[in-house]
């Protein structure tokens, strides 16, 4: 069971240079989490308990689990994920086993970066039916809050958690020492874009005259995921017409093709 919903990868190879954009989140993810995985000391000897975890909210595709996976890369820890979603639809006490799983094989490979994906799906905030189903739910999350007081032996595991839904949560998932801090991950502004297309063409082959400046400008509501995507498809026109070197038509006609996509799917539209 913990093999098919639980993702395991040591020290993951995403780095901070690889995400556009997020300069302050990352900055205060980084004093937040890596500070006391780098140098636990530190707490011990001022004396105050780091704090145990952060939660990341925003739009899907803006890069938090990225986010996550770099801290893991840059204190060579860990990166274990599990999706909110993997936790219900279980049998009675599943998902609460399947939280302490979680823990336990985070402390086995401490220091270690847990992230919880999709949170909202076990910490939404209390619905007045009394079926069994969320009965169940409420479950899973007091097993989530109990794990993370249990302060003495989490040992060098922080918890990073995400969502796309920060209205629905409940607040009990926000008292201090479970997420204390809340970092809001946002659609990249245009300066952003245009560094998230240099990104994902840092391998490409590109024409010079391919303007990153004016693409940023053009895709005033994509996500970090929509430009990615864009560059694979802007590679796709070129792949078609038997070049290898991608030009700046190849970028506006992926850019047409994914906004046409967005027609039938608003939720997809860039
Ligand atoms: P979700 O809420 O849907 O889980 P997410 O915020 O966790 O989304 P990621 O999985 O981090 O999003 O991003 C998906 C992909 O989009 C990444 O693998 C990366 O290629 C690209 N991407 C997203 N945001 C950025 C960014 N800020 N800089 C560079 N690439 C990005």
Not at 55 to 60: A, F, S, V, W
Not at 92 to 118: S, Y
């Amino acid at each position: 069971v913990r093999a098919r919903v639980m993702q395991v990868e040591h020290s993951p190879d995403v780095t901070y240079a690889d995400i556009g954009g997020l300069e302050e989140q990352m900055q205060e993810v980084r004093e937040t989490v890596e500070m006391p995985l780098d140098r636990p000391e530190m707490f011990e000897q001022v004396g105050i308990q780091p704090p145990s975890g952060v939660l990341l909210y925003g739009p899907p595709g803006t890069g938090k689990t990225m986010l996550a996976k770099a801290v893991a890369n840059q204190t060579d820890a860990t990166f274990i994920k599990m999706a909110g979603s993997e936790l219900v639809h279980k049998f009675i006490g599943e998902g609460a086993k399947l939280v302490r799983d979680l823990f336990e094989v985070a402390r086995e490979n401490e220091p270690a970066v847990l992230f919880i994906d999709e949170i909202d799906a076990i910490a939404s905030k209390r619905t007045d039916s009394k079926t069994s189903g969320d009965a169940e739910v409420q479950r899973t999350m007091m097993q989530l809050l109990s794990e993370m007081d249990g302060f003495e032996d989490r040992g060098e595991v922080r918890i990073i958690a995400a969502t796309n839904r920060f209205d629905m949560l409940d607040e009990a998932i926000l008292r201090p020492g479970r997420f204390d801090r809340l970092i809001e991950i946002p659609k990249p502004d245009e300066e952003g874009r245009e560094v998230i297309f240099q990104i994902h063409t840092r391998k490409m082959n590109v024409d010079v005259d391919v303007d990153f400046a004016e693409l940023a400008d053009l895709t005033g509501e994509a996500s970090g995921a929509d430009i990615k995507a864009m560059c694979t498809e802007a590679g796709m026109f070129a792949i078609r017409d038997d070049r290898t070197e991608v030009y700046m038509q190849d970028f506006l006609d992926a850019y047409e093709k994914i906004s046409q996509t967005g027609d039938d799917d608003p939720d997809e539209a860039l």
